[in-house]
């Protein structure tokens, strides 16, 4: 492998499809398999889901070929990329790191949770229809002390394998497999559960909008769900296209991320509401959707069929959080190595070591160190609070401001076309809301996000 230094060679992506895998990995995490299946549940089924389509294709495509042109323009990391570009803005890039810095603080906490589960239906510990006792079990382990820490350090160590590999040899290798396995478990569970009895009823409330149900508060669900389960905002998508060569059409790559990401979204939303629907579970039930209702769900098809269910569903919970996560760990190792001259084993040790003392606290805050709390929020709240609510959208709001703004139409075309060699017809338009309206859209779920509206 070639040494990844600030001046000198710097590792690519062996293949397009490699790049999109990898790319489409970090944006499908637990926002798709666990957030989204809620949110839609909560927030009236089909109307949500329509606005989510809607911003998804103009804020998650425009905001997906903003950050791909300036990571393979400068073929930097987030920081080092706004430095060489302007100066002025290396704060966009802090902001990225910072938030990328604290996702790996309690991200793999989740991730503990999701190989847990699969241990735990695999001995058979799940096997109860009754969601109280689910949820004693879900609690204990959320709260318990060395039990989360394990599962946490289980999972971080599969990041660091990955991560330490490089480009071609970890992330994209690791990349073309479990993302074809993720798809086949989520298809797999996905023609199951529509084939339940009653399972059309639930299918309907997804798909079918109500528009009564439709609100402000919805739309802005919708649309702060859009932008964070993309992985904009924090560096990601920047750090990965530097890897990228000077041919690639960003164009196509910018339309097929959000596809397979928005694809996943809407098969788990399949997998789980008519599920539910058909054995008679609320889908309102918010964020215990998957960790208590799913296993009820799946421990009344039999304690064989309903094993090997659960099996594959929480293989697919823990292997969509392990692409997005080993991407957020990208960030920080990029960081080490474009800023601070690291190498990669020394950027990746330094970044793990950092991340797992950072989860022990995370973890910890939800049982022994509840008490110690961070604006009136405990230590894991409080890292996804900044990092989901501030740090996102706020990087999200100065990636379109810079581009739109500063770093001018000529520069962006010329990136995004390949020097004019790229047919992109709706250019104009895409600059159009680069510069008006998607700042102004995520300022709206940022004040919404921090309370304000």
Not at 347 to 372: E, R
């Amino acid at each position: 492998m070639e040494k990844e230094t600030k001046t000198g060679n710097r590792e690519q992506f062996g293949s397009k499809l490699g790049f999109i895998l990898a790319a489409a990995g970090s944006a499908v995490g637990l926002g798709n398999i666990w957030k989204f299946p809620y949110l839609a549940g909560s927030n009236g089924g089909g109307a949500f889901v329509l606005v989510y389509l809607l911003c998804v294709v103009v804020i998650g495509f425009s905001l997906m070929l903003m950050e791909m042109a300036l990571g393979r323009n400068t073929q930097l990391s987030t920081m080092g990329a706004y430095r060489k570009l302007d100066k002025r803005f290396t704060f966009i890039g802090v902001i990225g790191v910072v938030a990328a810095f604290l996702i790996v603080g309690y991200y793999p906490v989740v991730g503990g949770w999701s190989v847990a589960y699969f241990f735990k239906t695999l001995i058979g510990e799940l096997s109860t229809s009754n969601p109280e006792t689910l949820g004693g079990i879900f609690g204990a382990l959320v709260s318990g002390t060395w039990a989360p820490i394990f599962w946490t350090v289980v999972y971080m160590a599969l990041n660091v394998i990955i991560v330490i590999g490089g480009i071609q040899k970890g992330i994209e290798k690791a990349s073309k497999v479990m993302m074809p396995a993720l798809f086949i478990v989520l298809l797999i569970l996905a023609v199951r559960s529509v084939t339940l009895p009653g399972a059309g009823e639930g299918l309907k409330f997804l798909f079918a909008p109500d528009w009564s149900k439709l609100s402000g508060q919805v739309m802005l669900a919708a649309m702060g769900q859009a932008f964070f389960s993309l992985s904009l905002g924090m560096g990601c998508i920047i750090t990965y296209a530097s890897y990228l060569g000077k041919k690639e059409n960003l164009v196509s790559n910018s339309l097929n991320i959000p596809a397979i990401d928005t694809l996943v979204a809407i098969l788990s939303g399949v997998v789980i509401i008519p599920a539910a629907v058909s054995f008679g579970f609320e889908v309102t039930q918010g964020p215990g959707l998957v960790f208590v209702t799913v296993p009820a769900i799946f421990a009344t098809m039999g304690p064989v069929i309903g094993r090997i269910f659960g099996l594959m569903f929480f293989l697919l919970v823990a292997l969509a959080a392990l692409t997005s996560s080993i991407s957020l760990l990208e960030v920080v190792v990029a960081f080490f190595i474009d800023e601070i001259g690291f190498n990669r084993k020394k950027a990746v040790a330094t970044s793990s070591t950092i991340g797992i003392i950072m989860c022990i606290a995370a973890s910890l805050s939800m049982g022994a160190w509840s008490n110690i709390t961070l604006f009136g929020m405990n230590i894991f709240d409080f890292f996804d609070y900044v990092a989901s609510y501030i740090c996102l959208p706020l990087g999200g709001m100065f990636v379109s401001i810079f581009v739109g703004w500063f770093w001018g139409k000529k520069n962006a075309y010329d990136e995004v076309t390949n020097e004019g060699t790229i047919k992109f017809a709706l250019f104009d338009v895409w600059f159009f809301l680069c510069k008006w309206v998607i700042p102004i859209g995520i300022l709206f779920v940022f004040l919404s996000g921090v309370g304000i509206i």
